[in-house]
């Protein structure tokens, strides 16, 4: 753990370990995190179930966003670090209680293996494409022959993703309004909902964009779930808890989570994804782009709010 605090900086003596507040690179980096875990989850489960020329978007085109996301929120996260020259330390050693560890190693595992899929898949995208190295190609057709192996550890591997991204936070007991076991599984199904959604988007098969629109409904009610639960956890808890959820529950905090996560980023996705079922002709931008900003307010809100909670002394 101390490691991990010299990396991230909260042992600096210059920065206050109680007011130094994230900007918008821990929820960025969240925020794409669980998108590539949503991707990975549906590509490599419905590879496993052998649905790969039904749901081809699901199993092929929609996965080439992964390492892109995987990048772009490593970059999010490197901007992050106060010590960025110590990044390789969480790499010397694996803890099986910190999450920055299992977070660090699961991302080692899970980058590369979303580039080889892209890889293995790039014609969806780029129909001439053509490797012209003999020992690409040579590579491409040997693990063509394990792609079932590679998509069981995508599908495990993407569910530690999803699930981290909100340990992550949790892991900090400092924080009343982080102090959840909800917040794992909270995240992972918003990043679910977000793979969906673009799924849903790059699709042009009726049938898939129909799986995935029922997909979401159901994950929309878990999140709820979840969100209902998670306060109601916080209000049978201690005071600070209780303080903590009131942050959104009459707080200033109130009307921005309301509005911009539940009602825009679920329950109006949700009707028109009911309505687009029903044979209504919606275009299918405006849920998905509703469901991926609900994601990333949701992980914008809780980051900025933990700070705000604390336990008085």
């Known amino acids: ?32 995190g669980g998108v590539a875990a949503g991707l990975l989850f549906f590509a490599g489960l419905y590879f496993i179930l052998g649905k790969e020329n039904q749901y081809t978007s699901a199993v092929k085109k929609a996965p080439m966003l992964a390492p892109i996301a995987l990048t772009l929120g ?3 996260l490197f901007l ?39 890889a293995l898949n790039i ?7 053509d490797w012209k190295f003999k020992i690409i190609k040579d590579a491409i057709t040997f693990i063509e022959q394990y792609k079932k192996p590679m998509a069981w550890v995508m599908v495990i591997s993407a569910v530690v993703l999803g699930v981290y991204t909100g340990i992550l936070l949790s892991a900090f007991n400092a924080r009343p309004l982080w102090n ?19 799924i849903m988007l790059l699709s042009k098969n009726p049938e898939e964009r129909k ?12 999140e709820l779930f979840f969100i209902i639960h998670m306060f109601m956890g916080f209000l049978a808890s201690t005071q600070a808890q209780q303080d903590a959820a009131a942050l959104f529950l009459g707080g200033e905090l109130t009307a921005v989570f309301w509005i911009f996560v539940v009602v825009l980023g679920m329950i109006i996705p949700a009707i028109i994804e009911v309505l687009e079922l029903k044979g209504k002709h919606i275009p299918v931008v405006i849920p ?16 900025h709010a933990g700070q705000l909670s604390r336990y008085l002394y």
């Open 1 to 32: 753990m101390k490691e991990e605090l010299i990396i991230s900086g909260r042992m600096n003596p210059k920065i206050d370990p109680v007011l130094h507040a994230w900007g918008w690179e821990i929820p960025v980096y969240l925020f794409l």
């Open 74 to 76: 490593l970059v999010a």
């Open 80 to 118: 992050d670090l106060h010590h960025k020259l110590y990044f390789w330390r969480l790499y010397t050693t694996i803890k099986l209680v910190s999450p920055m560890s299992w977070g660090a190693w699961t991302l080692m595992i899970v980058t590369p293996i979303s580039m080889i899929w892209a």
């Open 123 to 129: 014609k969806e995208w780029f129909p001439n494409w």
């Open 180 to 198: 959840t076991s909800i917040l794992g599984l909270l995240f992972l199904a918003s990043g679910l909902s977000a793979g969906a959604a673009l």
């Open 211 to 222: 799986l995935f629109a029922k997909l979401d409904l159901l994950i929309i009610g878990v």
């Open 288 to 303: 998905v782009a509703l469901i991926l900003f609900g994601s990333f307010m949701l992980r914008w809100l809780i980051t």
